[in-house]
């Protein structure tokens, strides 16, 4: 590593480094330490994954590719293919790295690709960028999860008049499609975006678009009715 011009601010969390190079632990541990990061190293990828992953606040993973149990990049891959994303954000360091390497890796989700001896100012904007990236995901699975809470508190009715109000129907239109008034509709939308904890119409869409979009959708937690059909 060759010392960096100027330290730029970090973000706060752990980093993980698994490289079995006891020199490159040693010295990132240092390093990272003494800008107030929490640092916890690893020489093998079994041990790393055997660790105790209840850890607070926003995580990174500093990850060589040739390991003595398993490839990292193999690791990171299959690691993607899965969906449910196990790692956390994820920089990945070689010495003996090419471009189809880098391409293979970028591919696979990784922050950065970095060849050693890299500069300490890359690494360290790379973690940066992987912690940052990490609490804004953290925060986001925590808001899908409010919004799957909330959409299951709705009753059967509010689910109906809420998938009507979405498909872009009118309050008499949703009353003559449910059998019911229109007022009897207008209660049910104020009880859905009360429920819901939203103030808009525009809001309730986009809502609903990211539920539709999360990785399991709203199986389960809906009864027997349908963000697609509505029914």
Known sequence: MTAPA????????LVYVVDDDAAIRTALDSLLRSLGLRVQVFARVADFLARDAAEPGPTCLVLDVRLPDINGLD???????????????????????????????????????LSKPFREGDLLRAINEALVRDRAEHHAREELTILRTRYASLTRREH??????????????????????????????????????????????????????????LTGSVGTNSVQSGT
Do not use: C, Y
């Not at 100027?6 to 969390?13: A, D, V």
């Not at 993607?80 to 790295?97: E, K």
């Not at 009880?191 to 809001?203: D, E, H, I, N, P």
């Open 6 to 13: 100027s330290t730029p601010q970090m973000e706060s969390g």
């Open 75 to 113: 690791l990171l891959h299959a690691a993607s293919r899965t969906g449910g994303h196990p790692l956390p954000p994820t920089i990945m360091i070689t010495g003996h790295g090419d471009i189809p390497m880098s391409v293979r890796a970028m591919k696979a989700g990784a922050v950065e690709f």
């Open 160 to 217: 109906e008049v809420l998938h009507a109000v979405v498909d872009g129907l009118l309050n008499k239109q949703i009353a003559a499609q449910l059998g019911m008034s229109e007022a009897t509709v207008k209660q049910h939308r104020a009880q859905v975006m009360r429920k819901m904890g939203l103030s808009t119409l525009a809001m309730l869409v986009r809502s609903m678009e990211r539920l539709i979009r999360s990785t399991d959708g």
